[in-house]
């Protein structure tokens, strides 16, 4: 689908998934970098990646509605065939990658709660690196 919306030369509809894909990416860096602390034991300094994670999720999810709302959705009220479809292709696309990002930051932050209030052990993640 990359290339043909490339082949068509509309690399400006398709640009803003590239960006907010990029985005979603460090996003899911961050979440596995703080569960990996947290479940290391080390929940004290997770702040350095949850601070980052919390203002990236935020603005990334919210410039991905955006995105759907301003840019995908209006081309599929065209009379042009290709660029409803492209619009449709392109909205159902970043809707998966957003819902996708939301079901692992959830899943870290379940996690996290349970690590942080015992109902896993903390040291369970360290012991099974070494």
Do not use: H
């Amino acid at each position: 689908m990359w290339g043909y919306f490339i082949w068509t030369g509309n690399i400006t509809t398709i640009w803003p998934l590239f960006g907010v894909s990029n985005q979603l990416l460090a996003m899911v860096a961050l979440a596995v970098g703080s569960t990996m602390l947290i479940n290391m034991g080390r929940a004290k300094v997770a702040w350095v990646t949850i601070l980052p994670l919390c203002f990236l999720s935020t603005t990334t999810l919210y410039a991905g509605v955006l995105s759907i709302r301003d840019n995908f959705w209006p081309l599929t009220k065209s009379p042009v065939p290709a660029t409803y479809v492209q619009g449709y292709i392109d909205s159902i696309a970043m809707t998966i990658m957003l819902i996708c990002a939301v079901i692992i930051l959830s899943a870290a932050v379940r996690r996290w709660l349970l690590v942080l209030t015992g109902k896993i052990p903390a040291g369970e993640f360290a012991e099974a690196v070494r």
